[in-house]
């Protein structure tokens, strides 16, 4: 799942398991698998965050941001949106814009590590 975090407090799916619209408090609470991605170009995304469940960190592992690549460029392709348009087209400066939500209990369980040397921080 990618999403483009608006201010509103809600989460509107556009494109199932690509793009919701906006996120609110307590994001990820009760997460249980799977992996977001969350596009922050703000850094104000940590307010919103349940770190009870999830774990935040850069998409710094080379595994993790060729996926986020083939969601934006899906969603690009699935939409027009234009913000995925531009996203792909400046991809090196924009990525650290996002970051990964990934919940506590898969960490340990994934193939690939979340970031190269393995460190995480809580959201």
Known sequence: MVVFRGLTPRIRLLTPKILPRYI????GAGMTGGMAY??????RVS???????????PVGAPHWQSRLQELVTLHR?????????DIL???????????????KEMVDRLEHPLVPDARLRTA
Do not use: K, M, Y
């Open 24 to 27: 609110g408090p307590n994001f």
């Open 38 to 43: 969350i596009h922050d170009p703000d850094r």
């Open 47 to 57: 307010d919103f965050l349940n770190t009870d469940s999830i774990v935040s960190c």
């Open 77 to 85: 392709d699935e939409t027009g949106s234009p913000l995925a348009a």
């Open 89 to 103: 087209r400046q991809w090196d400066r924009r990525l650290p814009e996002f970051v990964q939500i990934c919940p």
